[in-house]
C-alpha cells in the first residue's frame, strides 16, 4: 500500500523511487495505491487546482505502468472508512509524539500560519490509510520512515489494547537502496515544487527537457586523468545511467578518464535519451487525460476494491474494540 500526494507534477526522482517500484509490486503482491488528495488539504487549502491534480497524478501513475486491472488505484477520500479508523487511532496518538515528528516541524515552519490539527495528526491519517487494508509493505522513501514507525506504534498500541487486528507495516523497495535522483543543478535531488529548471518533469516537452540538460553546470574538464568528478558532472552521469545505454555511459566514462571528454556532446546525448525516455510517457498521460469516462471508470472501479478490503477490517476493528452493543 501506497499513496501520493496530488500537489504537484511527477519527476524523474518519482518514477524510479516510486513509481518502478510500485509497477514492479503489482505482479507480485495484492496492492493498494491511493491518490492521497485528503492529506494535500494539510498544505495546500485551496482546491481549485485539486480535481486537475488528482487526475493528472493517476494518469500519470497509468503511463508508468501501473495497471487498474491488478492494483486498487483510488482515491483517499473516496474510501469513507478511513477516516473512521482515523477517529478511532487518534485516541491512540499521543500529543507529544505528533509534535516531535519531523515533517511536523518542518511544516510549522513552513507555515507558521497554518498550523492546523490536520497537520499534527498526518501520521494518524497516513496509518488509517495504510492498516485499513492491514498492509505490510509500504514502498516509499526515506523521508517517509519515521511516518511508519509511528504506524507501527499506532498498531501495537492498538493490538495491545483490543486485539491482534493489524499487521506491523514496513518499508519495501525492490533492491536494498532507494534510487535517489539528484537535480540538475547538483543541490539535492528532484522536487516537486523546489527548483523546477533542475527536475525534469513527466510532463516536460522535448524542448524544456532539452534547455534544462544543456543548462546544466559543468567546467573545462577534467586536468588530470582518473581523478574524481566534482558533483555536478556526476550527475549528468547518474542522469545517463537512468536513461541511456550501457555502452554510451561507458563511453562518456572513458572520455572523462582520459581526458578527451566534452560536456556539450555529453549533455546533448542524455538531453536527446531523456526525450526519448519522457515522451512516450507524456503521450499517454497525455491521451489518458481526454478520456473523462475511462478516468472515472478507474476511480469508481478502484474505489470499489479498496471499500470491499477495508469494509473487512473495519468490522473487526468494531467488534475489537467493542462497539457492539447488541
Ligand atoms: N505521506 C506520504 C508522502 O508525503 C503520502 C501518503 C499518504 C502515504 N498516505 C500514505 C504513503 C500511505 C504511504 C502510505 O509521500
Redesign the pocket.
Known sequence: ?????PTGFLHLGNYFGALRNYVRMQDEFECFF?V?DI?SLTTHPDTSQLKHHVRRVLAENIACGLDPDKVALYCQSHLRETGELYLYLNMLAYKGELEKTVTFKDKVKLQPENVNAGLLTYPVL?AA??IIHRATL?P?GKD?EQ?LEMSRNFVKRFNHRYGEVFPEPRAFNFGNELMRVPSLDGSGKMSKSENQSATIYLADDDDSIRKKIMKAKTDSGPTKKNSPKPDYIEVLFQLMKLVSDEEVVKKFEEEYNNLTIRYGDMKKKLAEDMIEFIRPIRQRVESILKDDDYIRDVMVKGAEKARASAEVTMDKVREAIGLRYY
Open positions: 500500500m501506497s499513496g501520493i500526494r491511493m492521497a492529506h497516513q490509510d495504510i509500504v516509499v517517509q511516518h
